[in-house]
Structure formats: C-alpha cells, structure tokens
C-alpha cells in the first residue's frame, strides 16, 4: 500500500496528529504561507473528484434541503454567533472573530471531509457552493449591523473570486475525470483522499504562524481561546443536527458538519485590514476543531450514516 493509500485510509485520525506540525515546527509556517490559495483550490477540486455527479445533479434537486441550510449557515448563524459573544463578554477581537466565523460560507474541505467519515459529500458539496455564492452579499451587510465592522469588500468583487475559484476547480475536476475515468478514480479513492489530507495538512501549518509563540507567552489565554473554538465548533454542529434532524439522520449530520466547519479564512483574506490581530489568532486556533473533530466524532457521524433516512 502506498503512502498516499495509507494516509487515505486514516484520514481522520492522519489529520488529527499532523495539525500538531505546524506547532512543533514553526518556521515552515512563513514558508508555506505563499501556498494558502493554491492549497483552497486544490481541495476544492479533490472535494470534486470523490462525489458521484449523479448525487450532486440530486442533491441541487432537493431545494427543500439545500435552501433552509443556506438561510441557517448565512442568516440565522452571525445571530447566535453574536448572542454568545454578548454572553460571554467577550474581547472585541474574540468577539469579532466569533460573529465573522459564524456568518461565514462553509469549508471548501467539508465536502471531502464529509465523504471520509461516511456523510452526503454531494449534499455538502451544494450547500457549500450555494453559500459561497450568497455570502458577499449577506455577510457585510450583517457584521455592520451585528458589530459595526465595516469590511470595505465590493460584494460583486468576491462574488466574483467565488465564482472563479469554483468554476476553475470544477473544469479541472471534469478534465481529470475525464481523462482518468470513473472508474478509475473510483478504484484509486484511498490515494485521493491520502492527497487530500497532505494538502489540508499543508494548509494548517501555513495558518499556524505565531501561534507556538503565542503559547509561550500566554498559555492560559491560549487555553482559553482553545476551549472556546472548540465550544463554538461542538455548539453549532449541535444546534445544526437539532435544526434539520426531521429531514432525517444522514442529512442532519451532513448539514451539522456544514454548520461547524466555516471559512473565515476567505473573509480574513479578503479584508485584512480590518481585523485585529486577535481575530487572525482565533483563525489559526480554528484548525484544531476542524482536524481533530472529525476523528473524535466519526462514530458519530457512522453512526448517522448507517440510519436509515
């Protein structure tokens, strides 16, 4: 078995140890940095390459699922986002970081990651376009309202850089897939996914900059900060799972996975000047939900996954 076969094969547990490498060695962080883009749409089209096109034409169909997980994720999520940032008195940059991460569009990784811990990665895959598409207009407008951050982003300006990072990773999906075949793919799935998880790994120790150093001079704050992504990930996964558990088991756990896994990356990168540096802080502390969650709670998710729906 190859390395990439093997790494695919414990994806979530691969994943769960290497978000430490950015930790233990943080100087390849500044290295990295330069490969944050490239890396987003490389997932984005490895996400792709592992959904059935016929369940993805499906899931587009079913607006009874999609829409409502779209108007949650966008619309009803900033609102819990900033009521628990009342109530826990947060930092105005803790608390910007918290309202921003709840209005985000989902992960572009969360489609893959869906379809690694046995969840509908094409009904992930549509909420996650649909809300990429919607964002530039919902979430300005919103974190004005909700705390007064103005982002200065023209929405038909990111609308734009979402329509293309989506399309450009479809089109090289479709040629790869064409070109490689179906089946094919199908039976080379492992070495996929074990590519999926290098470039995600790739990702986290980019964004983990300054954070060991952080650590060193604060590690209660750090503790802290790590309770409280971790709190927000679990809460908004649960609350996700309770909001569409009628629509059935395997679709609630999708829709929660959705809904505890966003890209605040792509707002923070849009407008980085108006954030303060705890904001981008609470970005990096991100990736440790993100990795380690999906294998802490893939019982969880297999266990949803094997229900009938």
Partial sequence: MGILSWLGKHATVS???????????????????PLLVPAIAVMLTMSLLRLDPAAVVQAIRSPRQVLPAVG?????????????????????????????????PPLISVPAIAA?????????????????????VTLPPIVLALIGLDLEIGALALALRMALL???????????????????????????????????????????????AAAAAAPWRIAGLLALVFGAALVM???????FRSLGPRTAGTLALVAGNRNMALVLGA??????????????????????????????YRRASARIT
Avoid at 73 to 101: C, E, H, K, Q, R
């Fill in 237 to 243: 996964q649960a609350i996700g799972w309770l909001a």
């Fill in 72 to 104: 949650f994720v966008l619309l009803v999520s900033p609102l819990i986002g900033y009521a628990a940032a009342a109530a826990l008195d947060l930092d105005p940059g803790i608390a910007t970081a918290l309202v921003v991460w709840t209005a985000s």
């Fill in 166 to 212: 989506l399309a450009g990773s479809a089109l090289a999906a479709a040629a790869i897939r064409r070109m490689a075949g179906s089946d094919r793919l199908r039976r080379r799935a492992p070495a996929i996914d074990g590519a999926f998880v290098l470039v995600m790994l790739l990702f986290s120790v980019a964004v983990m900059d300054g954070v060991t």
């Fill in 15 to 33: 994943l769960a140890v290497g978000v430490f490498a950015g930790l233990a060695v943080p100087g390849l962080a500044a290295l990295a940095k």
């Fill in 271 to 300: 407008a980085p000047a108006a954030f303060e540096p705890d904001t981008f802080l609470f970005l990096a502390l991100l990736q440790f939900p993100i990795y380690l969650l999906p294998a802490l709670l893939r019982p969880l």
């Fill in 116 to 136: 690694l811990v046995g969840l509908d990665g094409a009904l992930a895959l549509t909420v996650t376009t649909a809300a990429g598409l919607f964002v530039p």
